[in-house]
């Protein structure tokens, strides 16, 4: 069992920063690829960005790229989501996810989530 906890979500303004973390704790932290999600009020939840088992591969959905950066610390068995140029849009409850295998993007294929965190940003 893996069990996931999220931080780091708050208020901020248009323009600002947030990183978000995600502690993993169970067994076989470096065998599972890692998500970031979203959920917006009224909206379905969708995909941001995953990091592969090995930290080598990286993909972030197209509404975040280049200002979005996802990465692990197998270490620290923590994964990362550093937000820059916040827009309003980006308002959501963000929760990571992990999956034992490749990186995918569909939420589905995740087996465990963390309990999410708000991210307000404010124009």
């Known amino acids: 069992q893996v069990q996931l906890v999220e931080s780091g979500g708050g208020l901020v303004q248009a323009g600002g920063s947030l990183r978000l973390s995600c502690a993993v704790s169970?067994?076989?932290?470096?065998?599972?690829?890692l998500g970031w999600f979203r959920q917006a009020p009224g909206k379905e939840r969708e995909f941001v960005a995953a990091v592969s088992r090995n930290n080598g591969d990286t993909y972030e959905a197209d509404s975040v790229k280049g200002r979005f950066t996802i990465s692990r610390d197998n270490a620290k068995t923590t994964v990362y989501l550093q937000m820059n140029s916040l827009k309003p849009e980006d308002t959501a409850v963000y929760y990571c996810a992990a999956r034992v295998g490749r990186l995918m993007t569909a939420e589905g294929l995740y087996d465990y989530w963390g309990q999410g965190t708000q991210v307000t940003v404010s124009s």
């Open positions: 169970g067994r076989g932290f470096s065998s599972h690829a």
